[in-house]
């Protein structure tokens, strides 16, 4: 794993994809330009491209749209390759229907309580979207924004960089905040996200990325069977709205002790009153490292019957895993396959949930001046 290296961002008609492939030359250090054809048109004719990278083995589409990874195609252990990353085929179920498939989350990943917070003394009312709750920057958070995204070439990593601009207000949050996240396949065909950050007014900031991952392949069934570890030895619990309580809560002795290697189903049916309040596993795991200066070792997700494994790094002291308890048949896939409970699950680097209301908790406070960047890498093995 690379991690010193660059790595890596409402109603609508969805056209049809019109191929305008611009590069796609390959590189004698390995690196391929990526290759951009027309995806679709939001209601007022905005352009939605999506992108094609190929590095390392691993292959990625990536949409204009929430920066959306639409799919993420990996070999097993005979070579043969799968999307591990639940998605839909048309604009139209992005704009309309999804429940953050692939995308860039911001301005805030996960809850915040009643969608308000108290900053410098001055309380801000936020947008809810989830109960009385603000969910993922709201309403129309990062994933419903059209980004501007360059690709790149450098040496033997090839990859997009993303920018959005979040005006003051927008969401409610205060700030005109200027966002930029790399996207990079390395030559390895690790996957890293590079996220950025500038204010011009204090504000909270915790981007994150929503990718439901399938190893054996997206539509292929539950998850259950997959093997997660995480370097945690506490998490946070929550209320009936999935609002940190602020403990710190042990996982030893719990069906939420991933420190060693476990089948998601073992305990997913246990009758611990956090997996009732959430219908299965979406919780925050608080990282025994911490905040690093750069990214660690933090979770492993295993798929025994290809042998596909994922290895996520980062700098951040939050996991939240989220076992696709939302998911309930209503939505078709990529491969056209209806979605299920249990058939993804989601890993997102983050600070923690409700952070602004959560005095011990890491802050997620950003001031002028400053740059809010972390960093998020993804290695894939079979």
Known sequence: MELSRRTVIASAAAAGVAATAVGGTAHASGGRKPVKELFGRLADGTKVYRWSLENGGTRMKVLSYGGVVQSLEIPDRRGRYA???????????YVARSPHFGALIGRYGN???????????KEYQLSVNDGENSLHGGALGFDYRVWDVEPFTHGSDTGLVLHYTSVDGEMGYPGTLRAKVTYTLTRRGDWRIDYEATTDKATVVNLTSHVYWNLAGEGSGTIE???????????????????????????????FDFRRAKPIGRDIRDAHPQLVTAKGFDHNWVLDKGITDRPEHIATLRENASGRTLRIATDQPGLQFYSGNFLDGTLTGTGGSLYRQGDALCLETQHFPDSPNQPSFPSTVLRPGETYRTSTVHSFDA
Do not use: Q
């Open 83 to 93: 999307n591990v990353s639940l998605g839909f085929d048309n604009l139209d179920d």
């Open 111 to 121: 809850r915040i309580a009643k969608g308000r917070f108290t900053l410098d003394g």
């Open 225 to 255: 069977d997959h093997e997660l570890s995480i370097a945690a030895s506490r998490f946070t619990p929550t209320d009936a709205g999935l609002i940190p309580t602020g403990e710190l809560a042990r996982v030893s002795g719990t069906p």
